[in-house]
């Protein structure tokens, strides 16, 4: 299927009023949550993901993945009025847009932030239209070595690129592979780690523990931190940009699209990177540096766009090959696995309407982001100052209802409240859990495509070192876990995620 047949393809099915007013509830609530901090992407789209197995996996995902770049939007809302940001990778735009918002130019701020997400999310769209088809086209050609490869450097990867030190990492990585293996084995039919209990003989229910480590975890977290919310809110005036903000971020918001579109693919923390990248750059090429951390518009239009890119691509590894970059994706892999759609490269064959059905999507979300986040403005600020005691219990309740509907089973509540506390005690040991999904997903993929790969070369390991595509991966990820030892990698790795912290 071309291009273009694809699009049309995407349209009809995105165009339908079911697909249509899923993608408004999914952008809307996105936008919500990410002005609520804590209340992030990840936690909400793993409380939801059992609410979706009665729906189309097309229109799941749609919503999901309005949710998703929904929340990218919201983050600036109330990093630039009350220097908060909703989201981590929001966290640079408070620099500069809390202190425009301390000017009297909030309305300026939110235009700049809102206009370059959409220029950005655009972009970002036509991206995954013109890379997509080419890497999944690439990707047929993979055998069992390259995705084994592809899944060490992902896990690699999320190590390094994850706040936190390298050892929690790897323990982290490696605690999500070992729940991976709970189960029975699909080669032998043996049972592994079950102790004996008929409930974990279908393993680990991918749902419940993200949900209980998002989920709950989130909830527990945000009860702590209640009395540290700030009240005040920045009084928004015009929101239209002059002439001379025009002309002052255009081109950051060209320069951290750019930047958004090529990180975003990355696996590991693609969002923060873009965001922190895109304002160092601009920083160090601007004729008044002096200005950034002032109220310097650049330093918002330029972070906003690079992130909101970030957010569009990042579904390119995760719909083409199976592998998700982040936690985030990982979560959308696992609402696609319980529809019965599997991601991969055939995905554009076999389900050619999900796919271009998204991509569609995904620009008609960017659009309704832009007509909603600006003329209600003031509604979204206003939903910090909801005291979290009121929103916890129907969390909560929501929560456990939709972990139950699963498979009626009251050890999956039970099992979701030990891994929301887990998730509680991560976050208080600076574990980030992150990895810990990625592994629990990537874990089970990595053994399989081990497994096949020395079936197939029968026992000889030197068949990862002959392929050219699975060498040169495993060469990247070594760099990387070297390159963390150099003090100067690991003092720019530092100062970028202490930010997030």
Known sequence: MDIFSGLLLGL????????????FAGVLLGTAVGVLPGLGPIATISMLLPF????PADTALIMLAGIFYGSQYGGSTTAILMNLPGEASSVVTTLDGHAMAKQGKAGRALAAAAIGSFF???????????????LAGMALSFGPTEYFSLIVLGLVTSMVLTSGSLLTGFGMVLLGMLLGMVGTDVNSGAARYTFGSP???????????????????DVLANLENESTRAASIAKVSSLFPTRDDW??????ILRGTGIGVLLGVLPGAGLLLSSFSAYALEKKIS???DEFGKGAIEGVAAPEAANNAAAQTAFIPMLTLGLPGTATMALMIGALVVQGVQPGPNILVEQPA???????????????????NLPLVGLWAKLISIPYRYLFPLICVFTAIGVYSIRNSAFDVYLMTLFGVLGYVFRKAGAEP?????????????EEYLRRALLISHGNASVFFTSPVSIGTLLIAAVLLVSILLPSFRRVREEGLQEVD
């Open 52 to 55: 979706t197995f009665g729906l």
């Open 199 to 217: 409930d974990l003989m279908d393993g680990l229910n991918f749902v419940v523990i993200a949900t209980g480590i998002f989920g709950l975890g």
């Open 287 to 289: 004729n008044h540096p």
């Open 12 to 23: 009809q099915t995105a165009s339908t009023l079911t697909n249509f007013t899923y993608c």
């Open 247 to 252: 002309r002052r971020m255009t081109g950051p």
């Open 120 to 134: 950005a999310g655009t972009v970002g769209t036509l991206f995954i239209v013109i890379a997509a088809p080419l």
């Open 434 to 446: 992150a990895p810990l999904i990625l592994a629990l997903i990537l874990g089970p993929m990595a």
């Open 354 to 372: 999900l796919f271009w059905g998204l991509v569609v999507s995904m620009w008609i979300g960017n659009l309704l982001l832009l007509i909603l």
